[in-house]
């Protein structure tokens, strides 16, 4: 089966630039979530989604980011504009909620450069 | 708020030799999950162990254990047999089981080394 698949793998972008990642959760899954990874605050929720309804949505850190679910195989986090702190590795991951533990899978991420 | 911490930035062990990670959180809920991650260089987050609350035994996955002590909100990971392919960062992780409550709140992750 295939896992959470995220694109692009790698972003290089300039400051002020627009960027979208995107994810396809794993088949079957209802729940879909957005991390970030920064050496300075770790790994962190950016916002999650249930049955593509944004549930929380806190951790987004201002109003340069948004996410979308317009269904359920496919979300995007989009930055705009985007600056050099934004620079990170974003995970998508899915889970079924509902089911014990709710294990959540993650994709292999997307590392984004703001120069 | 719900807090996870690893206090071992880094471990390094002898291949075949047994290490434990170390993990403790903070929580007021008496019902809840915990997970180790496993990220290798490839950043890739893979699930090594998950255990539930409510469950007083211990849980296990080939080489990989947890010595899991609700009362003292402690959550050790311990690798028998240690290989070179099990060095990578470790991330302890906490999950509430209320509905709307769903995200993993991370620890700062420990660097594992294995030594030939």
């Known amino acids: 089966d295939a896992g959470v698949i995220q694109s692009p793998r790698h972003e290089v972008t300039e400051m002020g630039q627009e960027v979208t990642l995107r994810c396809k959760p794993i088949s079957g899954h209802n729940s879909l979530f957005w991390y970030r990874q920064t050496m300075m605050r770790g790994l962190e929720l950016l916002i999650y989604f249930n049955n593509n309804v944004p549930i929380d949505d806190s951790g987004m850190p201002e109003d340069r980011f948004s996410a979308k679910m317009p269904n359920a195989s496919f979300s995007t986090l989009k930055i705009q504009p985007s600056e050099p702190r934004d620079s990170a590795v974003y995970f998508c991951?899915?889970?079924?909620?509902?089911?014990?533990?709710?294990?959540?899978?993650f994709g292999p991420g997307t590392r984004l450069t703001v120069l | 708020a719900q807090t996870v911490t690893q206090s071992q930035p880094e471990m390094s062990v002898q291949e075949a030799e047994t290490v434990t990670l170390s993990c403790t959180y903070d929580?007021?809920?008496?019902?809840?999950?915990l997970f180790w991650y496993k990220q290798p260089p490839s950043r890739q987050m893979i699930l090594v162990i998950r255990?539930?609350?409510?469950?007083?035994q211990n849980a296990t996955e080939n080489r990989f254990s947890v010595n899991f002590q609700k009362a003292a909100k402690s959550f050790s990971l311990k690798i028998s047999d240690s290989q070179l392919g099990d060095a990578a960062m470790y991330f302890c992780?906490?999950?509430?089981?209320?509905?709307?409550?769903?995200?993993?709140?991370f620890g700062q992750g420990t660097r594992l080394t294995i030594n030939p």
């Open positions: 991951a899915s889970s079924l909620w509902g089911t014990v533990g709710g294990t959540q899978y």
């Open positions: 992780a906490y999950r509430s089981i209320i509905q709307g409550a769903q995200k993993l709140v």
């Open positions: 255990q539930e609350a409510y469950k007083q």
């Open positions: 929580t007021s809920e008496s019902d809840y999950y």
